[in-house]
């Protein structure tokens, strides 16, 4: 069955660095890979896709990876500041197709400390 | 310029009562998702509406659950009757289809408390 695994344990850095957080996943060929953002007590909120042909794609401080060989996503933030403090969640798009639903991560939790 | 709209932002019942909740989406979007999130799941799809037509259903838990989309601009989640295990945040999502990608904007969602 399709697997989406993110980084379970929370990540802790320091302000200034880079975080850089991890999306696996198995059994599953997505046309699209998403990267959503969540506050406590508040929904998802999208920053960004890269499709399969993409190798990386960046917006603002924002860099995404994906290497479908591996079958991974690389979500960086860079210049890390503690607004950035939230949980991300990735998700695998399907793309094209009756059934468009999304697999979703369980999420990382990242803590920018000042 | 107004997102995806949930009511209530919390409900507290007790078990066995009926639960309704409610998602207006963004104008113009063509898909609808109701989602339940909790610690140890993570977001589960529960339905999904194309044009206002349920497209896949099998992320409902059971026949206690049963949603609604009478129109484009007015979807409903019903729970009845209503669990301790229910208990869960409730989003709302909307997206506009195409052919390409869906990213989906997401309700402030519904924090159900059932006792």
């Known amino acids: 069955s399709q697997k989406i695994e993110q980084n379970s344990e929370a990540l802790n850095i320091q302000e200034g660095k880079t975080a850089t957080l991890t999306c696996n996943y198995t059994?599953?060929?997505?046309?699209?890979l998403q990267w959503y953002r969540q506050d406590p007590g508040r929904g998802p909120v999208f920053l960004l896709l890269?499709?399969?042909n993409e190798k990386e794609k960046r917006k603002e401080r924002l860099k995404v990876t994906f290497d479908t060989t591996l079958k991974q996503s690389l979500f960086h933030i860079t210049a890390s500041q503690p607004a950035d403090s939230a949980t991300y969640l990735c998700a695998l798009d399907p793309g094209a197709g009756n059934n468009r639903k999304l697999i979703w991560g369980l999420g990382t939790s990242l803590a920018v400390n000042p | 310029d107004a997102g995806v709209i949930q009511s209530p932002r919390h409900e507290v019942t007790e078990m066995g009562q009926e639960v309704t909740l409610r998602c207006k989406p963004i104008?113009?979007?063509?898909?609808l998702f109701w989602y339940r999130q909790t610690m140890m799941r993570g977001l589960e799809l529960l339905i999904y509406f194309n044009n206002n037509v349920p497209i896949d259903d099998s992320g409902m838990p059971e026949d206690r659950f049963s949603a609604k989309m009478p129109n484009a601009s007015f979807s409903t989640l019903k729970i009845q009757p209503s669990e301790p295990r229910d208990s869960a945040v409730y989003f709302c999502?909307?997206?506009?289809?195409?052919?390409?990608?869906?990213?989906?904007?997401f309700g402030p969602g519904t924090r159900l408390t059932v006792l």
């Open positions: 059994n599953y060929s997505p046309a699209y």
């Open positions: 104008s113009g979007h063509n898909s």
């Open positions: 999502a909307s997206s506009f289809r195409t052919s390409g990608a869906n990213e989906q904007f």
């Open positions: 890269i499709r399969e």
